[in-house]
């Protein structure tokens, strides 16, 4: 589904990575690792297509990936480093906008069935700019949670901030959607084994 060809980034004058190639299909895990500054966010970025590769190319079922390429677009779910919350609208609020800017649509049932998964259930009025960190990451996973129909998750830190149980939750997710034939690339600095019928990993040195 996913093919990476000598992939390379460099940033300014610094060449982070070269010749990186990878083939991901349906049920695969992609755990990216290395030591901060090593280009693991700049490669889960290329693979979105915000960030074009130095050389190389990326294509999807044999496209070649880019920011206008609204099929693979609308196979993709990407959680970021920071989690793209509005402080002032509340958990529901955000999921419902960021749902329908992705043209996801999601009953606030469902809404409010996927903040109950990620235990904010009861902080569904309140002001985000008044959550926690680990509450705010919660609120982003939620969105995940809600777009099981994207085939291809790609998560930047997805464990950042949250506490064992939402750990747990959030690696039980992913391994639900690897079991049902998607696909998941992931950057983390936390030893979390995830289940899936097949895993890769790379390694990117600093």
Not at 101 to 128: F, K, M, N, P, V
Not at 189 to 194: G, L, S, Y
């Amino acid at each position: 589904m996913l093919e990476v060809s000598k992939l390379e980034c460099a940033r300014g004058e610094r060449l982070l990575f070269r010749d990186l190639n990878f083939v991901l299909e349906a049920g695969t895990l992609l755990e990216v690792r290395g030591a901060n500054g090593s280009g693991k966010t700049s490669l889960l970025r290329m693979l979105c297509g915000f960030l074009q590769p130095a050389a190389g190319e990326i294509s999807w079922r044999g496209k070649t990936v880019n920011a206008g390429n609204e099929e693979y677009r609308s196979e993709l779910a990407y959680l970021g480093h920071h989690n793209a919350l509005k402080d002032e609208l509340t958990p529901l609020e955000n999921l419902r906008y960021a749902l329908r800017l992705s043209g996801i649509g999601a009953t606030d049932t469902r809404l409010q069935e996927a903040l109950e998964w990620a235990g904010l259930r009861e902080r569904r009025h309140q002001s985000c700019a008044t959550l926690s960190q680990g509450q705010r990451r919660r609120v982003s996973l939620a969105r995940i949670k809600l777009s099981p129909s994207r085939r291809f998750w790609i998560l930047d830190e997805p464990f950042t901030a949250l506490d064992v149980a939402a750990v747990e939750r959030t690696r039980d997710l992913v391994a639900a959607h690897l079991a049902g034939g998607g696909m998941a690339a992931l950057t983390t600095h936390q030893e979390v084994p995830i289940p899936a019928p097949a895993t890769q990993r790379v390694e990117l040195s600093a």
